[in-house]
């Protein structure tokens, strides 16, 4: 089975949407202007990282804000030679 991307994606997580009503949505995902489309793919990345970030910072308090996005991205932003230095 293919892998699905994109609107088809979003619309076959919504197992009681209907062939006609997943038709009207990506007709209307298709009519939207690409830079909006990429204007609210942008946004929503953004509320997903600030929803993991904020749940990270629930689960670790004690945390600075540097190690919970290092946390998030699974890498260190800091290179090793500073490391000792600042924390």
Do not use: K, W
């Not at 994606?9 to 690409?34: F, M």
């Not at 509320?47 to 260190?76: G, I, K, W």
């Amino acid at each position: 089975m293919a892998r699905r991307t994109g609107a088809a994606c979003l619309l076959s997580a919504l197992e009681d949407t209907t062939e006609q009503a997943a038709a009207v949505v990506r007709d209307g995902i298709r009519r939207t202007d690409p830079v909006v489309r990429m204007r609210d793919a942008l946004a929503h990345s953004d509320t997903m990282r600030a929803l993991a970030l904020a749940q990270l910072r629930a689960h670790y308090p004690d945390r600075s804000t540097l190690a919970l996005v290092e946390m998030l991205l699974d890498q260190n932003l800091i290179p090793p030679a500073l490391q000792s230095a600042g924390r």
